[in-house]
């Protein structure tokens, strides 16, 4: 969606229904005065250490401002490659239970993802001085974005990327070709002095197969060629194949995840992992960088369960939470003194990513990690609006303990660790998840299926949980108040240009069907409308609907009535921005 509809949205929405990309004002994220959440990543101040991981949370606009409405300052954006035109089969996400996906890349060209990225950053500026969220908002603080790219240096090494990597470092030209769109009831801020540097900070995805050889030559390009801080990302076969089988297979009891055994011997190997680090962490410091790593990538499984279209899988969530803490614990013992975690006190930083949740986000955090960042958790019902909870959680849990800050509270936690016998609050959380806190993460704990009802989902009417909405990591749903002669409380429709068929709307919908496909398909845009087949109503910027409602004889009005009754548009009818509408494709 254009910079201008994302806006209108904003301003509709907060306006008439107190929300903003269908986040309640209640879910939005307000500091504490008495307690300081912020921390320094590789030097750069962030108000808070949590925020989306790589991945669907950080590929639109949109989502990045859902996520920092909630509470999020710290965003791992969406890994870019030169192969960017990818086809991934759907479904693609599979969040049952644990999670698995075989979702690895961006779906977006280089350009495209540019643009997603100034327009967030833009849209971030501007709401951080919008009058109205001020009440709700308090003082925002700073936020970083950090870049990703994979997954060889030959393609990192193109003048497309090398592109986009000078473009997020100076986005000036992209923001100037932006600030004709932003419309009227934000007029105000097309002066504004927009940030520009939006990145020059930059996570390394060596995926799954890079050798160590490439890994150190990548990292060396962005450090010299782009003049970056770079952060290595680290995979869970470090641990190799059958540590990793038996804490997952036997010890947590997924005997039906079949861990990719060929996939250990293609990875980078533990020893030669911590040789990496160290060099790696000399020759960034020699030339005046910082160096970080980041625990983990998703684990390659075989796709035994069959639901999503391919012979390979990732897996996520509760498991390899356990793995990826199992190797840091490792990497303490083989780096003494070189990590930046408390009890080690060197400089090489630990960004972590892996089933982080509301109950072991100030566990994870208080093992000195910066920061924890969160995928599958926001692909569960509620989506965004489980960020501002867990910050909540972790404030109270620092208060308790006395402290005003993250160093003073990861003090007290490493204290509280030594007292208790553990090395250090590594050594601690570990012991706890594969002990007595077990139960949270085994297969025992993580059986529970989506609820379900014996109903056909249908266009119009169902059981109006609101789960569609929540999950959708692109907030491509959103609904409506029903007619008079509907029995449902709210009617529920696609922006159908926001949606990748994804299929998590299908997981968790208690009846039965798609509702991606099912719901009504709506279109802003009158070129991508007419590209696509299958039922789909566009909506003009007068308000007007042209339906393609494929044999759907009824729907095309009740669609009209539902978007011309009180309350019913979800956009206002949009001011003209200063440029040609088509100027932003």
Not at 100 to 120: C, G, P
Not at 304 to 329: C, F, I, N, Q, R
Not at 359 to 382: E, F, H, Q, R, Y
Request: proline content about 6%; overall charge negative; charged content about 20%.
């Amino acid at each position: 969606m254009g910079l201008d509809t994302l806006l209108a949205r904003v301003d509709h929405e907060f306006e008439s229904r107190n929300r903003i990309f269908d986040l309640p004002t209640g879910r939005f994220w307000s500091p504490s005065p008495d307690v300081d959440l912020s921390f320094s990543f590789l030097g750069r101040p962030a108000a808070t250490p949590i925020g989306p991981a790589a991945g669907p949370h950080s590929q639109l606009a949109q989502n990045i401002v859902l996520s920092w409405l909630g509470g999020s300052r710290l965003f791992e954006l969406k890994t870019v490659q030169i192969l960017d035109e990818l086809e991934i089969a759907r479904p693609c996400i599979d969040m049952a239970t644990i999670g698995y996906n075989i979702e690895w890349s961006q779906e977006l060209t280089l350009e495209q993802s540019l643009t997603e990225y100034v327009k967030a950053s833009m849209m971030l500026d501007i709401l951080a001085r919008w009058e109205p969220l001020q009440t709700h908002l308090g003082e925002p603080g700073p936020h970083v974005l950090d870049m990703s790219v994979g997954y060889d240096l030959a393609g990192i090494s193109n003048e497309r990327v090398a592109t986009f990597i000078r473009g997020m470092a100076d986005a000036s030209a992209e923001v100037d070709r932006l600030r004709p769109m932003i419309p009227e009831p934000f007029a105000q801020f097309r002066d504004l002095e927009f940030n520009t540097g939006l990145s020059d900070s930059l996570t390394l995805s060596t995926f799954h197969g890079c050798p160590p050889e490439e890994i150190e030559a990548i990292t060396k390009h962005l450090i010299d060629v782009h003049d970056l801080d770079v952060i290595v990302k680290l995979n869970p076969t470090l641990l190799g194949y059958d540590t990793v089988a038996g804490i997952v297979n036997e010890e947590l009891g997924y005997t039906d995840v079949d861990v990719k055994e060929q996939a250990f011997a293609e990875d980078l190997q533990f020893d030669r992992g911590t040789e990496l680090i160290g060099e790696l962490n000399e020759y960034a410091a020699e030339r005046g960088h910082r160096f970080g790593i980041k625990l983990t990538n998703t684990l390659v499984v075989n796709n035994a369960k069959a639901w999503m279209p391919e012979e390979t899988m990732y897996l996520s969530g509760a498991p390899l939470h356990v793995l990826a803490s199992s190797l840091l614990d490792r990497l303490c013992d083989a780096l003494p003194g070189l990590l930046d975690l408390p009890g080690q006190d060197g400089d090489v930083m630990v960004s972590f990513s892996a089933g982080v949740t509301k109950d072991n986000l100030a566990d994870t955090l208080a093992m000195g990690v910066k920061p924890a960042t969160i995928c599958s958790d926001l692909l569960k019902p509620g989506g965004y609006g489980r960020l501002a909870p867990m910050l909540k959680s972790l404030t109270k849990e620092m208060a308790d303990n006395g402290a005003s800050n993250l160093e003073t509270w990861r003090s007290v936690r490493l204290q509280q660790s030594r007292e208790a016998g553990h090395r250090d609050t590594v050594a601690a959380h570990v012991a706890a998840i594969r002990g007595d806190a077990i139960g949270k993460y085994n297969l025992e704990g993580n059986t529970k299926q989506p609820r379900e009802v014996d109903n056909h989902l249908e266009m119009f009417e169902c059981v109006a949980c609101n789960f569609c909405i929540t999950v959708c990591p692109n907030d491509a749903f959103f609904s409506i108040p029903s007619l008079e002669s509907q029995t449902s409380r709210q009617q529920y429709l696609v922006w159908a240009e926001l949606c990748n068929e994804c299929g998590n709307c299908m997981t968790f919908c208690p009846e039965n069907g798609d509702p991606a496909m099912i719901k009504p398909r709506l279109f802003t845009d009158a070129e991508v409308f007419e590209g696509r087949t299958g039922q789909g109503f566009l909506l003009g910027a007068d308000g007007n609907l042209t339906a393609r409602s494929d044999g759907n004889d009824d729907a095309e009005s009740v669609v009209s009535e539902l978007l011309h009754a009180p309350g019913g548009n979800p956009l206002r009818p949009l001011q003209p921005p200063a440029s040609p509408s088509g100027a932003e494709q």
